[in-house]
């Protein structure tokens, strides 16, 4: 009987014991508040070392940047006191009084690039007529190495839209980035537009008794033929003066 009460007491000191241990654990916690994972020392360097490289990464790209934007910047400057570049035409020459196309011919322009230290990406030949305010193309997107256009006026009189006037016209030579009135800065291609030519159409055969003039005037025809006939009457009388004197 002894024994089972001393065995009895022992478990009941037992159970006590261990209902404790979870409560003083929690009390402790608790007390202390949560607590965060521990972040290890490797963890911090390595997070150190991946944010000094990309602030090594992000300086020598802006680094390379401004010197890859130098480059192009010094690559294409010009000295403000260098003149706009220029034309010098061959064909026809400059010097020549007088120029006409007459449709349905070829006309040969060529000319040499003067002056030029940017070397535009593309160049127009035109043709502009004062008469209708219109540019006729002759060449579109030369290279500055095609220095010279042949112009098939038949050709192109037989497709154009708007036709080739008979009449004066300017040719023009210029930045296809551009426009052919634009200023050029010092360097850049000018546009050229000293050279003026004439454009004529070849009229068919007439017979000569078949003949009427488009620019000659009916009155001035009879003021002519009155003219005449006083000048023939004049010389009639001065004649006959002539006459009756050498008789006396």
Same mark, same amino acid.
Request: charged share 5%; aromatic share 6%.
């Given at each position: 009987m002894k024994l089972t009460i /001393? /065995?009895? !007491?022992?478990?009941l000191v037992l159970s006590a014991a261990y209902s404790e241990s *979870? !409560?003083? =654990?929690?009390?402790l916690a608790a007390r202390n508040g949560? &607590?965060? *994972?521990?972040? +290890?020392?490797?963890s911090a360097v390595s997070s150190s070392t991946k944010t000094? +490289? +990309?602030s090594r990464s992000s300086i020598t790209s802006t680094a390379?940047?401004?010197a890859s934007a130098s480059t192009v910047s010094s690559s294409i400057s010009v000295d403000p006191r260098s003149p706009p570049g220029g034309v010098s035409m061959i064909t026809p020459a400059i010097t020549a009084s007088e120029t006409y196309i007459k449709v349905g011919e070829y006309a040969t322009f060529s000319w040499n690039y003067t002056s030029l230290s940017v070397t535009p990406s593309a160049v127009n030949v035109e043709a502009y007529c004062s008469i209708n305010k219109y540019y006729y193309p002759i060449a579109e997107n030369l290279t500055v190495k095609d220095t010279q256009v042949v112009w098939n006026t038949s050709g192109y009189q037989e497709t154009a839209s708007i *036709? =080739?006037?008979v009449a004066e016209y300017t040719l023009y030579i210029y930045d296809a980035s551009s426009n052919p009135s634009a200023v050029a800065s010092p360097g850049y291609l000018a546009p050229y537009n000293n050279l003026v030519f004439g454009v004529y159409t070849p009229q068919p055969y007439t017979p000569l008794n078949?003949? &009427?003039c488009a620019t000659c005037s009916a009155s001035f025809s009879l003021i002519g033929r009155n003219v005449l006939r006083g000048t023939l009457a004049m010389s009639l009388i001065s004649c006959l003066f002539t006459i009756l004197f050498m008789m006396r």
């Open positions: /001393i /065995i009895f !007491l022992c478990c *979870p !409560l003083r =654990l929690h009390d949560p &607590q965060l *994972p521990a972040v +290890s020392s490797n000094a +490289s +990309s390379t940047m401004t *036709p =080739l006037l078949s003949y &009427q």
